[in-house]
């Protein structure tokens, strides 16, 4: 530092100038080639898809590449790096492998990753209008083009969040606000994070209506309504419908037209929980599925799902502008420089986080790199995938068809195999790297599941893996 970075303020000579260094000490070009590695690394792991696509090691094993002493002294980064790639991301599940075909993937894309890496490296901030202006224009308008691509009705807004649990939370969280305290209608086939969400929020059991799907695993809007009828005359207050648009374990559709019919005709709010399906809507079979999903009062869509992102993204949807900053504004003292009442959204105002990382630069920048056309003719793939899946499997007679392929799903059985051997056919493909996949229950009954949403994925792919499944 030269004598002229340096300035006298009363009795202190402080540092004005500053090292080229980044906060603790990395040297610029130490800074660049480490950052090239990773670069490196990445692009490799894209490309490495003969790797497994699930693996793990024993605890004590990661423990002893992982642990230690708390480290005193630095070390080599590259070092510390190269750990990391080779024990701590080689030992999970590759969910973005195009033969990882079990819960739900995430096959993230190399723009998306792009769009992580810009907004951590310049720590950005999507919090207040004054202190994240630029953010939050990139928010308001990925969640905007995102509502369009899906035919969300004008005006929709929105808030990006860590995945579809908190989504839904958030909306519920913000129905009950407006609407007030009363019953939530949901099916079995409901995801546990809704029933998790509504417990956290502090619903009363009997507030809670668990209601049984029909034969394909939806919810009916009779049902419901039969079970808001019998609430009443209990003196109940109905309140909140929650609808799946692709449920997780067979993609089932509830009746969604009937259900927000239902929902505007008995005044109760309608949830959609589009974390898994919602994506479909971008192309024209599956907005023909989804088809009402659009007249949802809140939408939950999972974009490190079936929309190629990286994790942590869920996006809330709301129709009716306004609600989010109803239920979640706060205006302390502390905040009054960045939060004036601007016409300008504050998106801490907009869910429970308030300094929160911009997701939506992944999400602007994959949705404008790769463009609309080729996002639906990769949706478009992934649902004609589980089709395939499907006519192989009703090819053997081995096999029989437990759901058909619906959304990128197919669940199937082998006639005669226990709960125990579908879970052990499962666990040696996965042990075997070449694949991994699902086996769950329906209706108590174990059955294998595929799903099929990486746009990467072949016939070959899912021709081989179901013959690793039946050889054992
Ligand atoms: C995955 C999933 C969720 C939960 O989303 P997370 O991003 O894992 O929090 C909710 N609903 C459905 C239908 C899902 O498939």
């Not at 089932?252 to 589009?274: F, S």
């Not at 004036?340 to 920048?365: I, M, N, Q």
């Not at 229950?441 to 893996?465: M, Q, S, Y």
């Amino acid at each position: 530092v030269s004598a002229d970075d340096r300035t006298v303020i009363g009795n202190e000579r402080i540092v004005s100038g500053h090292e080229r260094t980044d906060t603790l000490g990395l040297g610029t070009e130490e800074m660049r080639e480490l950052g090239y590695w990773v670069v490196d690394r990445v692009v490799e792991h894209f490309e490495s898809i003969d790797g497994p696509a699930i693996r793990a090691s024993s605890a004590a094993e990661l423990r002893e590449a992982l642990g230690g002493p708390v480290p005193d002294a630095p070390c080599d980064p590259l070092e510390a790096m190269q750990t990391l790639v080779d024990v701590a991301l080689a030992n999970m599940q590759h969910g973005d492998h195009p033969r990882s075909f079990a819960r739900v993937p995430g096959p993230s894309s190399y723009a998306g990753v792009l769009g992580e890496w810009l907004g951590t490296g310049f720590n950005a901030i999507a919090s207040s209008w004054a202190g994240a202006s630029g953010p939050a224009t990139v928010e308001l308008v990925a969640i905007d083009w995102l509502a369009q691509l899906l035919g969300l009705p004008d005006g929709t807004e929105g808030v990006l969040l860590s995945g579809g649990s908190m989504s839904s939370m958030t909306a519920l969280a913000a129905a009950r606000h407006i609407v007030g305290p009363g019953v939530a209608y949901l099916s079995d086939q409901t995801h546990a994070s809704i029933g998790r969400a509504l417990v956290a929020l502090g619903f009363p059991a009997e507030n809670v209506r668990v209601l049984p799907s029909d034969e394909r695993f939806a919810l009916r809007a009779a049902t419901v309504r039969e079970a808001i009828d019998d609430d009443r005359g209990r003196g109940r207050d109905p309140r909140f419908i929650v609808a799946t648009a692709g449920t997780t374990n067979t993609g089932a559709v509830d009746e969604l037209e009937g259900l927000a019919d239902l929902a505007a005709a008995q005044g109760l709010w309608l949830h959609v929980d589009g974390a898994y399906g919602a994506p479909a809507a971008l192309c024209p079979s599956g907005r023909e599925t989804l088809k009402g999903m659009q007249r949802a009062d809140s939408l939950t869509l999972d974009p490190h799902k079936w929309l190629f992102s990286p994790y942590d993204i869920g996006c809330l949807f709301i129709r009716e502008p306004g609600t989010l900053v109803r239920a979640f504004s706060m205006r302390p003292e502390y905040l009054a420089d960045v939060r004036a009442d601007t016409p300008e959204v504050h998106f801490g105002d907009r869910s429970l986080e308030l300094t929160r990382r911009s997701r939506a630069l992944k999400l602007w920048l994959m949705l404008k790199v790769y463009g609309a056309q080729r996002l639906r003719d990769a949706i478009e793939r992934c649902i004609a995938n589980a089709e395939r899946a499907q006519v192989l499997l009703e090819a053997d007679s081995g096999w029989e068809i437990v759901t058909p392929a619906q959304l990128g799903i197919v669940t199937f059985t082998r006639p005669g195999w226990s709960a125990e051997e579908h879970a052990a056919r499962v666990a040696a493909v996965s042990a075997s790297g070449y694949a991994t996949l699902t086996s769950t229950f329906l209706r108590g009954h174990p059955v294998l599941r595929l799903c099929t949403i990486n746009p990467r994925t072949t016939e070959h792919d899912i021709a081989t893996t179901l013959a690793l499944l039946a050889a054992g």
